[in-house]
C-alpha cells in the first residue's frame, strides 16, 4: 500500500518546489480573510457575523474562479506537457470571458439588489442591512480578482506558481493597511466600518489586477497572443467545455451546497453567536488546509505534465504517492487542531476577535470536528481536484464532488438544523457526513485507473483545419 511512497528525492523535491509557491499565495489570500475578519471582529459580533453572511455569494464566485482555474490546468498543464502556447493562450481567452461575465452577474445583484439577497441568506433583521451596505461594494472588487485568478492559475500550471504568490502577497498587505485606515478612520481618513472593509477589500483587487495586467503585458517566458486568445477556435472550445466545463459547474454547485451550511446557520436559534464563530472557525480552518490545497494544485499540474508528456505508466503510483502525503498532512495539522482548540485558543485567540462564551464553545466545537475529519478530507480534495482532473476524468471527479454534499450531508444538517432543532453540535455531525462518504466513493475510482486520459488529442476538425 506504501510502497508507491519510495519515489525518490527528486519526486518529492519537485513537490516541494511547485507546491511551496502555491502554499505560500493561499497562505497569503487566508491571511487577509483573517485579518479581515480580526478588524471587523473589533466592531462586536454583529458586524463579523453580517459580513460572513455578506461573503456568501463572493464566496461562491471564488469557487467559481476556483473551478475554472482548476478546469483550465487540466487543458493547461498537458498542452504545457506539449510545448503547445497558442492552445494555452485560446484557454485563458475562454477562461476571462466565463470568469468576466459570471463575476460581472454576481457583482450587479449585489449592488441593485443587496437587501433582499442578504435576507435570503439570514432571517436576523440586525445582520441584514450590515451584509447589505457590505456586499454592494465589494462585489465589484472580483470582477478584477476574477480575471486575476485566472492568469495566475494559467502559470501554476506552467510550473510558475511564484506569480500567484507575489501578486496575492501585495493583495494581502494592501488590504491590511487599508482595512486598518478605512474601517477604524485611522491616517485622518472617517471611519466606515464594515463599509471599510468592503472599500479596502475592492482597492486591493485593483492594485493585484493592476500589478497582473503589467505583468501580463511584459513577461516574456509566455507571451500573451492576441488572435488565439480572443479567438479561440470552435475546437478548443468543445474541449474546454468538456474537459473545463464540468469543474466549473462542479464548483459552483459545491460553492452553493457549502453556502446553504451557512444559510442553514443563519435561520437557526441564536444565528448570530453561530455565525461569529462560524467566521472564526472558518478563517481557521481555512489555515489549517494551505498545504492540503498546495498539494493538490501540485498534484494536478504533476499528473497532466507526465500524461502530456506521454509518461502515463508513472502517473497511477504518483497518484497514489500524493494521496497518501496530503492524508498524512491532515494528520499531522489536524491533532494539533484540536489540542489548540481546547487547550489554547479560548484564552490566547478569542478575546482577541471579542467572542462571547456562547461563541467561543461553540467554535471550539467546530473545530474539533474540522481537525478530525481533516486527514480524509485532505484525501478527497487531492484525489479529486488534483489526481482525478489532472488525468481528465472530470465527470466522474464531479460526481464524486457533489453528491455526498447534496444527497447526504446537506438535507441531515437541514433536518437536524431546522426541522428537528437539535442544534448546531447535530448540524456539524451532518456535515461531516460529506468528507466521509466522500472518501468511499474516490478510493475505487483511483483505483480503476480509468481517469488516466490524454485530453490534449484534438478533433479531427481542428486537423483538418490546420
Not at 300 to 328: D, F, H
Not at 358 to 366: D, E, H, R
Not at 367 to 381: Q, S, V
Request: hydrophobic fraction near 55%; charge should be positive; aromatic fraction near 10%.
Amino acid at each position: 500500500m506504501f510502497s508507491c511512497l519510495r519515489r525518490g528525492p527528486a519526486f518529492y523535491k519537485n513537490v516541494v518546489l511547485l507546491a511551496l509557491p502555491i502554499l505560500l499565495q493561499n497562505l497569503c489570500t487566508t491571511l487577509l480573510g483573517l485579518m479581515d475578519t480580526f478588524m471587523v471582529g473589533a466592531l462586536g459580533e454583529a458586524p463579523l457575523a453580517a459580513v460572513l453572511v455578506a461573503n456568501t455569494p463572493v464566496f461562491v464566485i471564488q469557487l467559481v474562479i476556483f473551478g475554472l482555474q482548476s478546469g483550465s490546468s487540466v487543458l493547461i498543464s498537458q498542452f504545457w506537457g506539449k510545448g503547445d502556447t497558442d492552445s494555452i493562450n485560446r484557454v485563458i481567452g475562454l477562461g476571462c470571458y466565463v470568469a468576466g461575465a459570471i463575476s460581472l452577474a454576481f457583482a450587479g445583484i449585489m449592488f441593485f439588489l443587496p437587501v433582499p439577497l442578504m435576507g435570503l441568506l439570514t432571517d436576523n433583521q440586525e445582520l441584514v442591512p450590515l451584509a447589505a451596505s457590505y456586499a454592494r461594494i465589494v462585489g465589484f472588487s472580483y470582477i478584477l480578482n476574477s480575471l486575476t485568478g485566472v492568469y495566475v492559475g494559467a502559470h501554476r500550471s506552467m510550473e510558475n506558481p511564484k506569480l500567484g504568490m507575489i501578486i496575492f502577497a501585495i493583495s494581502m498587505v494592501t488590504n491590511t493597511f487599508l482595512n486598518w485606515v478605512l474601517i477604524f478612520g485611522n491616517l485622518g481618513a472617517p471611519a466606515l466600518g464594515v463599509e471599510g472593509a468592503a472599500l479596502a477589500t475592492l482597492l486591493s483587487r485593483v492594485v493585484e489586477f493592476v500589478i497582473m495586467l503589467t505583468y501580463a503585458l511584459t513577461n516574456r517566458r509566455f507571451k500573451l497572443r492576441a488572435g488565439p486568445l480572443f479567438r479561440p477556435g470552435s475546437a478548443l472550445i468543445q474541449k474546454f467545455i468538456r474537459y473545463s466545463g464540468p469543474v466549473v459547474l462542479n464548483e459552483t454547485l459545491w460553492g452553493l451546497g457549502n453556502s446553504m451550511y451557512k444559510v442553514v446557520m443563519g435561520h437557526m436559534e441564536g444565528s448570530t453567536e453561530i455565525l461569529a464563530a462560524r467566521a472564526l472557525a472558518g478563517n481557521i480552518e481555512d489555515l489549517c488546509t494551505v498545504a492540503i490545497f498546495a498539494i493538490s494544485g501540485t498534484t494536478a499540474i504533476i499528473i497532466g505534465r507526465e500524461i502530456g508528456a506521454g509518461r502515463r505508466e508513472q502517473v497511477y503510483e504518483m497518484g497514489g504517492a500524493l494521496n497518501l502525503l496530503a492524508m498524512g498532512c491532515g494528520l499531522v495539522i489536524g491533532l494539533p487542531l484540536i489540542a489548540g482548540a481546547w487547550f489554547l485558543f479560548p484564552s490566547l485567540l478569542y478575546p482577541f476577535f471579542h467572542l462571547s462564551a456562547v461563541s467561543g464553545g461553540i467554535t471550539t466545537m467546530m473545530l474539533t470536528f474540522t481537525g478530525a475529519i481533516l486527514p480524509l478530507r485532505a484525501f478527497n480534495t487531492v484525489n479529486t481536484v488534483g489526481v482525478l482532473r489532472g488525468g481528465g476524468d472530470v465527470r466522474a471527479a464531479t460526481i464524486i464532488d457533489l453528491l455526498p454534499l447534496w444527497l447526504v450531508a446537506l438535507p441531515l444538517a437541514a433536518l437536524f438544523g431546522l426541522v428537528l432543532k437539535w442544534g448546531i453540535f447535530w448540524v456539524y455531525v451532518g456535515v461531516i457526513m460529506e468528507s466521509t462518504s466522500k472518501f468511499f466513493f474516490g478510493v475505487p475510482r483511483f483505483r480503476s485507473r480509468v481517469w488516466i486520459n490524454d485530453v490534449t488529442q484534438f478533433t479531427h476538425e481542428k486537423e483538418a483545419s490546420q
